[in-house]
């Protein structure tokens, strides 16, 4: 078996997921339509502990075969997941959009 070319890291701990932090997010839907954009893209979902970025929650972390993985934080409306889908979906280089999001990874300036 071969892994996906794509795989998705999503933060869910302390703050990531977090009702009592982000009372206004629907994080159980957000983690469904991740895993339904990954589905729709051949990608992959792995949901992690914490991933060290909280001031940054929601965190996800895009793992493109041959690239760097590409860190994005305040992943908290739907705006970002339609661009994190586009931009899986379609290839190439981060969208200005979605390039709002990206984050360094912890222990990155």
């Given at each position: 078996m071969t892994s996906p070319a794509v795989r998705l890291t999503v933060c869910r701990d302390c703050c990531c997921g977090n009702a009592r932090k982000h009372p206004d997010v629907d994080h159980d839907a957000q983690?469904?339509?991740?895993?339904?954009?990954a589905a729709a893209t051949g990608a992959a979902v792995t949901v992690s502990e914490c991933l060290d970025v909280c001031?940054?929650?929601?965190?996800?972390?895009?793992?493109?075969?041959?690239?760097k993985p590409v860190w994005f934080g305040f992943?908290?409306?739907d705006g970002v997941l339609d661009d994190l889908h586009k931009w899986i979906k379609d290839g190439g280089p981060v969208p200005?959009?979605?390039e709002l999001h990206r984050i360094p990874p912890p222990g990155r300036p």
């Open positions: 983690l469904a339509r991740l895993r339904e954009i001031d940054h929650a929601n965190v996800v972390v895009v793992h493109r075969k041959g690239d992943v908290r409306g200005d959009t979605l």
